[in-house]
């Protein structure tokens, strides 16, 4: 059974930091590009990093750029997301994924990748 399970997650002050963490089991993490995503309350998903395989490359959302570094570690089969400097519109459901799809300028899950449950994000004071 594939399972990705993010975790991590918490209430934060505006200008704190935290890191996130989604581990992998039931498939060969290396060989798998990966993806964190939001989903703010009343709004769409939202792409927010990518890294391919080797962790040689990522990919930021315009507005977490220098503030968030993705990051992962296949001999662990743990991808992570260190926050830094969070902003109240950074609040949301952060989500873990496998990234098949590759736009030209970054990696992105599809439905059929593998998706984590989820963990909550809240900045607030």
């Known amino acids: 059974e594939v399972q990705l399970q993010a975790s991590g997650g918490g209430l934060v002050q505006p200008g704190g930091s935290l890191r996130l963490s989604c581990s992998v089991t039931?498939?060969?993490?290396?060989?798998?590009?990966m993806a964190w995503l939001r989903q703010a309350p009343g709004k769409g998903r939202e792409w927010v990093s990518a890294?391919?395989?080797?962790?040689?490359?990522?990919y930021y959302e315009d507005s977490v750029k220098g503030r968030f570094t993705i990051s992962r570690d296949n001999a662990k089969n743990t991808l992570y997301l260190q926050m830094n400097n969070l902003k109240p519109e950074d609040t949301g459901v952060y989500y873990c994924?496998?990234?098949?799809?590759?736009?030209?300028?970054?990696?992105?899950?599809?439905?059929?990748?593998?998706w984590g449950q989820g963990t909550l994000v809240t900045v607030s004071s």
């Open positions: 890294i391919n395989t080797s962790g040689d490359m990522t």
């Open positions: 039931g498939i060969t993490f290396g060989v798998w590009d």
């Open positions: 994924a496998t990234a098949s799809i590759y736009t030209g300028d970054y990696y992105y899950p599809s439905e059929s990748d593998y």
